[in-house]
């Protein structure tokens, strides 16, 4: 086939890039960096109520790096692609260690089934949990996409993402990855996602973006769900909310989701409703729910960039140099909701406003500082009792390069 | 020597690969995933007895990454060669860790005495254990190999690769790597083994392979010698037979090793014996053997590879594609046995049926379908208790990139 | 920007790099291994003095990788900088993870700021710490600059290197890293070094060195500080002098340091004095001191090679090649010196004399060979008695190749 080998043309193009000359080859050598500093303090209330259930206060100062990440993948012999990506961050942590993230093989039929992938991935639920973390608008993903969406999973999908303005993708998955918010390592889902753009103009510039998401969790013998978060910042050392552990045979999970990009003004929101269906005896089944909306607002004239159902890479008109150049600035406002309450259980309600400004050096580059104010009411569950609103704040920034 | 630097050309040829003009620095960029999926059932006999002894039954669906592997390697300054290679895959499971596993540094002394190589690689022994396992004909190697070929292990050989027909390493080794199927870390082995082609026509496409293997394994103190194995499924929870530790001053492998390609046709056949030295008052020496021997078919009319005493990557005539090429297709059958018992030890008796198809769409990318049905008798060790035959009947798929 | 893409020149130049024709973007693919082996004996009242406290005795035989690092690093956009470097050496022990090293990101600002950096990184002390485990001159730093200096830590700090002659760099610096020689975790570090050469002759053949590092450690509610050592051998396995857990506040460290280069003749010395502050009760203040000095020749002509306040890479006038060239050859002597006796405080004093042969095939080979008598007396801590002086003696190998 290639017996003297092809030639790979090696450049930068917002990332490590080598092609062959006929695009049958191509490769990406990827990675990203994002150090974390957060500050964060809470009502005398919230880390009493805490404390009395045997969790650390939400007090302190603390430093991480949240992702530290290198990846290899690319596209061979035009059909086969692969990816395999890696996560270093969780080794920085006393007994932490390295955690595999995107690893899997695929072919693209070139047929309208799409694309078959087999290996880790995002299991197809929600916007905000599918676009990468990259790119989200905020430090860290709403609380209700974070806890309820399936996230990374073993599995087998077929991923149509061609189309011009429609997407959508299907599959089963299996074991979970790391250390997931879901207590049970042997659950099953089936879940599948479709987007359409209603709206598109000046080369997307100016879109309209709606989708849905399904998933149905199966859920064997003696495992269990439970659902918690903390606030929208990883730093912080306790759950604010818990469902604690629930016997339960499944759940249904339904999303939708839009986004509307007017230039440099941009809207987005989801809602996610969970049906967990409780082992008999174990109580009425329960419906809980979540949803966020935000707004961005680009002072420098940028917009959102949308592909292929997730939002991407930003690049500034004028990268930022001593000479001149500001770069990207960003302002956003996000407000989000996960209710965990619902029939006996009493996990708590959570929300949380979010104030961001984000600055992007260069289309790889990116400063990011948020204000985060959580509130709980109305939980008692795992030996912690909120009644009347508690709060916390949290400032964090975050430095980031990505290629 | 180059001030100003050496280009490099960067190119594909079944892999990613760097030169520079004169060739003195040769740079491969590797990797490889595997991703599993099996089936696994038993006969009730075989789970109830497995289960008597405490031990999962072999039961179930599931799916790993077999091997998501990383390597960079080269050739420096002509005669300096090192190799750096780290499998993930082991960091998907709970607790589990990184696994450097190919790590070594070396020189070309351009003499009979061929290279030295320091660090961590496999000692040498036995043609299936050296073949890459990008290469194997089945998903794993044959039973007895995998058990008693000292695999990884820290030391320091000589190679002597370069012969048109024949090859020789030998060397000392240390520490062995990960969770060796020997339960003793402080083991050393002195290792070698050599390969000749007494017949080598049509560059490769015809030839006669035969080789020989000898180790002696050093045992000092406390330490004990352990055989176990699984039947030819990674995915299977437990160990069919199992000699439970032995009290032994060292042991004495002897391999022998033949192989014969006939065009798409080609037979493969190994014999491993080991004598294994008990200490004072813990019984008489022990006699363990293992064989196998298959036969592999291309359909398509490609050949196994043969390279420097091992096999190696096969390219299908035409790669697949939707506009007509099929790759190539493979059809193998295997026969192996591993035979633990000897004197008073009854770890059993293991045999294997294994029937494969292999697809290489094109010379990165395999599908592997295997059918194993295992076959243990007369075992009485570690609580489990089988007299009669019982049986394990495995189905199991790997999808590989690997460059 | 680039939409098209920039391209990359892919080279060697004494490791792998890649670099746009405007160097914007600048990016480097390092790696290193080092494969040690090591004989070791002790005195037999220091073996006694060791089992007594609970401690294993410094006899035997051992190999180990010490590092096998890969790591990722460039300029890009000209003024944005990061590296991303991992330790894959750890792994290879039972129950070790991977330990991620230099990982940071930064900016040049292009004024006499100099660069500022941002995570994980050498907190600036000490020129033997802060130079490279590929260029120091014996296989292991000095005992005192090993216990004493910060090593590497979370933080944020400054870095002037662009000057001729002068360096500065001064920061802030939070967790530490893997399992450092301190037992408390939550400790905070204000460091800062200077470095100035009073002599620069022919290209920096002939050169003198001086610099000076101040570091202030805060130490918090019940976290403790402890220094210890093993000799200059890493796979040695105790330590001989230990103060065991100190109940402090804080301690106050001073640095000096200087070198000669007088073409293949160097000299290199520092001094580092630490003063302890315990908590009230615990006992009066502390002053702990460590030394070292060594000279090097280089019997081939070479010279040590200075950059930017550290040592760098050597490259030998001849590679060596079984054509001719033999290397550079470089002999070596050191005395270091720890004290951690003060006050009441007998964690003991150990010397240690290592005489050092390195051998550079090329710029990215090197094998060195040490042998290391330490000198262990007046020492009472943790149930290790020493007073006479008690021995070890240590011949040691390291194969090394890093790019």
Same mark, same amino acid.
């Given at each position: 086939f290639c017996a003297e080998g092809e030639d790979l043309r090696f450049y930068w193009d917002e990332g490590l890039k080598l092609d062959s000359a006929d695009k049958n080859f191509r490769l990406r050598i990827g990675g990203r960096i994002q150090a974390d500093w957060a500050a964060i303090a809470a009502s005398d209330g919230l880390d009493s109520a805490l404390e009395a259930g045997g969790q650390e206060p939400i007090e302190g100062f603390g430093t991480e790096f949240r992702r530290m990440r290198i990846n290899f993948q690319g596209d061979i012999y035009r059909d086969v692609f692969f990816k395999a990506q890696i996560d270093f961050a969780p080794a920085f942590e006393e007994g932490g260690a390295v955690e595999p993230k995107d690893v899997y093989v695929g072919y693209h039929t070139g047929t309208d089934l799409g694309d078959v992938m087999l290996g880790q991935y995002f299991a197809p639920f929600s916007l905000e949990a599918m676009t990468s973390s990259n790119y989200i608008t905020f430090m860290e993903r709403s609380i209700g996409i974070d806890v309820m969406a399936p996230s990374r999973r073993m599995g087998a999908s077929l991923f149509n993402g061609a189309g011009e303005r429609l997407t959508w993708q299907a599959g089963a998955f299996s074991t979970s990855e790391?250390?997931?918010?879901?207590?049970?390592?042997? @659950? !099953?889902?089936?879940?599948?996602?479709?987007?359409?753009?209603? !709206?598109?103009?000046?080369?997307?510039?100016?879109?309209?973006?709606?989708?849905?998401?399904?998933?149905?969790?199966?859920?064997?013998?003696? @495992?269990?769900?439970?659902?918690?978060?903390?606030?929208?910042?990883?730093?912080?050392?306790?759950?604010?909310?818990?469902?604690?552990?629930?016997?339960?045979?499944?759940?249904?999970?339904?999303?939708?989701?839009?986004?509307?990009?007017?230039?440099?003004?941009?809207?987005?929101?989801?809602?996610?409703?969970? !049906?967990?269906?409780?082992?008999?005896?174990?109580?009425?089944?329960?419906?809980?729910?979540?949803?966020?909306? $935000?707004?961005? !607002? $680009?002072?420098?004239?940028?917009?959102?960039?949308?592909?292929?159902?997730? $939002?991407?890479?930003?690049?500034?008109? @004028?990268? $930022?140099?001593?000479?001149?150049?500001?770069?990207?600035?960003?302002?956003?406002?996000r407000w989000s909701s996960l209710d965990l309450n619902s029939q006996d259980v009493r996990g708590g309600k959570l929300q949380d406003v979010t104030a961001g400004v984000n600055w992007y050096l260069n289309p790889n580059t990116r400063v990011m500082l948020n204000y985060v104010h959580a509130m709980v009411t109305d939980r008692d569950s795992d030996g912690v009792v909120i009644d009347d609103r508690e709060s916390a704040d949290i400032v964090q920034m975050r430095f980031q390069v990505d290629w």
């Open positions: 790391g250390e997931p918010d879901y207590d049970n390592e042997d @659950n !099953w889902f089936a879940a599948g996602r479709m987007t359409f753009l209603p !709206w598109l103009e000046d080369d997307g510039e100016r879109l309209a973006h709606v989708g849905a998401s399904y998933a149905h969790q199966f859920v064997s013998g003696d @495992n269990e769900i439970r659902y918690r978060a903390r606030p929208e910042a990883h730093l912080a050392p306790s759950r604010l909310v818990d469902t604690d552990t629930l016997d339960a045979d499944g759940s249904d999970l339904a999303g939708l989701e839009a986004a509307l990009v007017l230039g440099p003004l941009s809207f987005q929101a989801e809602y996610v409703g969970n !049906w967990v269906h409780r082992d008999d005896g174990a109580g009425d089944d329960l419906y809980l729910q979540s949803y966020y909306a $935000f707004v961005s !607002w $680009f002072l420098t004239g940028e917009h959102r960039v949308y592909k292929s159902g997730v $939002f991407s890479r930003v690049s500034p008109n @004028n990268n $930022f140099s001593p000479q001149g150049g500001m770069g990207a600035w960003e302002l956003a406002v």
